[in-house]
Nanobody, 126 residues
Framework: QVQLTESGGGLVQEGGSLRLSCAAS????????VGWFRQAPGKERQFVAA????????HYASSVKDRFTISGDNAETTVYLQMHSLKLEDTAVYYC???????????????????WGQGTQVTVSS
């Protein structure tokens, strides 16, 4: 059974950059869309970005568009989230997840994705 592990989070100042990684073990992302989500304290988990199963298409939340970039490696075992121009409101735990069904399109609902990683904390300071 595939397991996902996020890494790359940390403390960064406003305007800084981070690159998050989502590594798959026991399987790959081949034929599956992958999404990044985040959850701030007291808030619901929200969609951030996703990449299609073909790697051809990406979709971003409006709040991160033009600042974040999602990509995958050729081995289809790691998906990245490059984050630039970080803002205070980007502070959250970031999770990656794979679509439940292979060959299915990008969606924004967390319930359409499983499994999930354990999350990595991103804290943006002023």
């Amino acid at each position: 059974q595939v397991q996902l592990t996020e890494s790359g989070g940390g403390l960064v100042q406003e305007g800084g950059s981070l690159r998050l990684s989502c590594a798959a073990s026991g399987g790959t992302f081949s034929r599956y869309a992958v999404g990044w989500f985040r959850q701030a304290p007291g808030k619901e988990r929200q969609f951030v970005a996703a990449i299609s199963w073909s790697g051809t298409y990406t979709h971003y939340a409006s709040s991160v568009k033009d600042r974040f970039t999602i990509s995958g490696d050729n081995a289809e075992t790691t998906v990245y989230l490059q984050m630039h121009s970080l803002k205070l409101e980007d502070t959250a735990v970031y999770y990656c997840a794979r679509k439940r069904r292979h060959y299915s399109e990008i969606t924004l609902e967390p319930s359409d994705y499983t499994p999930w990683g354990q999350g990595t904390q991103v804290t943006v300071s002023s």
